[in-house]
């Protein structure tokens, strides 16, 4: 699973924060990996970007991350249960805007 949002800026730290519960949550549930990643070079576009694709504000960075599961049976089985776990909900609030967060999985072409 893969995801593009838009964090506000000065949320950096409260967002390392629930990356990193997140991620021990995700792996409890048989995720490989999980990696965020925060935006350096982002550039706005005229037609599409990562800041279009999740309406970033100023003040807002962009960032993307994915979850590596074993197999997609393993994603398809777990990823509802992970999210349904207790822990979430207990982490509090979201310190982003899930509402304009894009999210899907794909399939790997090349892996070299």
């Known amino acids: 699973m893969s995801f593009v949002a838009a964090v506000p800026t000065d949320q950096k730290d409260a967002y390392l924060a ?14 490989l990996r ?17 800041p279009l694709a999740v309406a970033a504000n100023e003040g807002e960075t962009v960032v993307t991350g ?9 994603c398809d089985e777990n990823i509802e249960k992970a999210m349904r776990d207790p822990r979430l909900a207990e982490m509090g609030a ?17 892996d070299m």
């Open 18 to 31: 629930h990356c990193r519960m997140a991620a021990e949550i995700f792996k409890s549930h048989g995720a």
């Open 34 to 50: 999980v990696v965020e990643l925060w935006g350096e070079t982002v550039p706005p576009g005229e037609k599409t970007s990562f």
């Open 66 to 74: 994915w979850q590596e599961w074993p197999d997609k049976a393993t």
């Open 94 to 110: 979201l310190p982003f805007d899930a509402a304009r967060m894009i999210y899907g999985g794909f399939e790997t072409l090349v």
